[in-house]
């Protein structure tokens, strides 16, 4: 009988354990083969791959992988790879393609995307991608991604379900982000030099889930030029509780 309730607590410490999302990074690098000196073509991916509860697991993997394709491509349409090393030969090869079109040509590409649990509550999972390419021209791209997650099922969240009434938070947002860039209220949201699409406020792409508050986090080109850089705004929990549908 001892022996028996030893059995079965073990069998429930293995089961409460496997019921627990864990996340483990795992890091993906690749080089060109072709001959170089300087700037050689390279890529490096580094990525939380949940685990330990399948359903949800290969949700969030699913949403993660498919965002790395919409980062790392070249041409028209993202790659068909299937998993991150096929990704990554997949850039490289486009690059070899290049370069042998274009043996005189002297440039090398580069991309670097890191992955992080930027916040994770009960109900809540934001990754953060970190990623930088470059493919050519003036300069390369850096840019931060946001993916929120329904902890519960793995399932993304779209920024439209983050909000109660989304027109009613964009105006407090809107007040909140012209005081902390100096624009006059009754001047257009662009008099400052700024690029919002038609002069209208809109909320970034990319909003994070910090444990100082909720960020807006615009990439360049999406309220500024590249050289005006991402801009920012950080609203504190207590100020936007009431408007938020997801906590």
């Not at 290049?98 to 090398?108: A, R, S, V």
């Amino acid at each position: 009988m001892k022996h028996f309730i030893i059995f079965a607590a073990f069998l429930f410490l293995l089961t409460g354990c496997s019921n627990e999302l864990a996340f483990k990074d795992q890091s993906f690098q690749k080089k060109t083969t072709l001959p170089c000196r300087q700037n050689c073509a390279s890529i490096s991916v580094k990525i939380p791959v949940a685990n330990a509860v399948p359903i949800v697991a290969d949700s969030i993997n699913k949403k993660v992988f498919s965002v790395m394709k919409e980062i790392v491509y070249f041409g028209e349409k993202p790659y068909t790879s299937t998993d991150y090393n096929g990704l990554l030969t997949s850039f490289i090869d486009s690059y070899e393609k290049l370069q042998k079109e274009f043996p005189n040509e002297t440039f090398g590409w580069e991309a670097k995307i890191n992955g992080s649990i930027k916040y994770q509550s009960e109900n809540i999972l934001n990754i953060e991608i970190n990623h930088y390419t470059y493919t050519g021209g003036a300069h390369g791209y850096q840019g931060l991604r946001s993916l929120l997650f329904d902890l519960t099922t793995g399932k993304s969240i779209p920024n439209e379900d983050l909000f109660h009434d989304k027109s009613t938070f964009m105006a407090f947002a809107e007040k909140k982000f012209r005081a902390k860039y100096k624009i006059p209220a009754n001047k257009s949201i662009n008099a400052t030099g700024l690029m919002f699409e038609d002069e209208k406020f809109n909320l970034p792409q990319n909003i994070f889930y910090t444990d100082k508050g909720l960020l807006l986090y615009y990439n360049s080109y999406e309220a500024a030029s590249y050289a005006d850089g991402p801009k920012e705004l950080l609203l504190p929990y207590n100020e936007v509780n009431d408007y938020l549908a997801v906590k």
